[in-house]
């Protein structure tokens, strides 16, 4: 109906079957509209259309969405809009198009779809360089982001609530009536008269009936502290991901301040602080997405920081390969923030001096649980340096850093600069 509709062009029809089928789907899935494969539907362009005459239906079709008060209809089309100016290249008024449908949503309260809008905005002043425009609207997005995680996570709390009262509720009811028929059988124990066999197997038989009550009021009790546990769980989960959320938007606001510095060293050293933030909200992002809050899993967070570090310097694979060997399946959070920020110094520092003049080469990355002991190796095929040069290296500020982290996990520290740099660590008492 959808399609016959938009091609005979009766937009009042049109306009009334598409906010049915929008209401209908954000009913059964409070996050559909938000997606492009739902929203995309609603028009059938000609692959060769030009973004004029799209631009001209999508304003037909507002005009009745307007008329007939199809407020989410409304909010869908503007948000079309924005996206077919922003591929035709008009940013200002696809701006001005996610503005409209950042606010029809907040109104009627599509907070998923509002926040998708407001992303766009951003990213279309950070493509105008609109930088303090760009980072008021990131706010606005994390500030709606943080608020959909937050509804996700009263729900859970609600639900864990009501479970938790119920199972109180029938662990008080077991309890009186184990008393009341503790209660009924003694009275009716003063009347049995009967010899000692029959006074032994009915004490026998109590003996079962009462181990048996106790046994379902001890399962009751479990599972208030089985539920008490997972409130613990979630609220720890909710942690992580705002630690997450706020190196993120320190991460961000770094990037943003850098896109202001002219000089190349003082680049050098805000892309270097992002970094380090990067490294450690991997680490936080990796414990809230997983069932496992106290590890992490070793191989795949590195694989991420390492090709992280790659396209952070704009490395070239096939100019310089990055060759990793990791046996040590996981490790907790105070082991692996230090072991992380080591590396990523130990990492940035080949890339960026062991290889001038665009030389090919190769950077080798080793983690290996040997003999009780952590043993991380970072090697490269580079230039390496003099003795003199060795000095300088070891008295700069990164590898500083990378002494008082070793120091922090007890770890021995080695560089050996032969065919190239070698630095090893043994960390003593892994587990």
């Known amino acids: ?34 997606q492009d494969a739902i929203h995309g539907i609603l028009y059938f362009f000609d692959k060769n259309a030009s973004t004029a005459s ?32 922003r591929e035709g290249g008009d940013l200002d008024v696809a701006l001005d198009a996610y503005k409209q449908a950042a606010a029809i949503n907040k109104e009627i309260g599509m907070i998923d779809s509002e ?103 001890l399962a009751a009790k479990n599972d208030i502290i089985s539920t008490a546990l997972g409130e613990k769980e979630l609220l720890l989960r909710e942690i992580h991901h705002r630690v997450k959320n706020n190196l993120q938007v320190i991460s961000s606001l770094l990037h943003l301040q850098s896109k202001y510095i002219e000089d190349e060293k003082a680049m050098e050293v805000m892309r270097e602080g992002r970094n380090r933030v990067k490294s450690m909200a991997l680490i936080h992002q990796d414990l809230y997405q997983n069932d496992n809050l106290t590890s992490v899993e070793v191989a795949p967070y590195l694989r991420k920081l390492t090709e992280g570090l790659f396209q952070s310097y704009n490395i070239d694979p096939d100019r310089i390969r990055l060759r ?80 008082t982290f070793a120091a922090k996990l007890k770890a021995k520290l080695e560089v050996v600069s032969e065919e190239g740099t070698l630095v090893r660590l043994v960390i003593p008492q892994i587990a």
């Open 115 to 217: 926040a998708h809008c407001a992303r766009m905005v951003y990213e279309l002043y950070e493509a105008k360089k609109d930088i303090p425009n760009a980072f008021a609207w990131y706010k606005i997005y994390q500030t709606i982001d943080d608020s959909l995680n937050n509804l996700a996570v009263q729900k859970n709390i609600s639900e864990l609530e009501v479970k938790y009262e119920t199972g109180k509720m029938e662990a008080e009811i077991t309890q009186q009536q184990l008393k009341l028929e503790a209660a009924s059988l003694s009275r009716r124990n003063l009347g049995i008269t009967v010899g000692a066999l029959a006074l032994a197997v009915l004490g026998a038989l109590g003996f079962l009936y009462f181990k048996s009550k106790t046994n379902k009021q």
């Open 324 to 403: 990793s060997e990791v046996d040590a399946p996981r490790m907790d959070v105070d082991t692996l923030i230090p072991l992380g920020l080591i590396l990523n110094e130990l990492v940035s520092n080949a890339l960026k001096h062991a290889f001038p003049n665009e030389r090919p080469g190769e950077v080798a990355v080793s983690l290996k649980s040997l003999e009780n002991a952590l043993h991380l190796e970072v090697r490269d095929n580079g230039v390496g340096f003099a003795e003199h040069q060795k000095a300088k290296f070891e008295k700069s500020f990164g590898f500083e850093m990378v002494k």
């Open 1 to 34: 109906m959808l399609y016959w509709y938009f091609m005979q062009k009766n937009w009042p029809k049109y306009s009334e079957i598409s906010e049915a089928y929008l209401k209908f789907m954000s009913a059964g899935n409070s996050k559909g509209i938000g």
């Open 54 to 85: 799209k631009v001209a239906t999508l304003e037909a079709v507002l005009k009745q969405h307007e008329s007939l008060g199809n407020r989410v209809s409304l909010a869908n089309t503007y948000k079309v809009l924005g996206e077919t100016l």
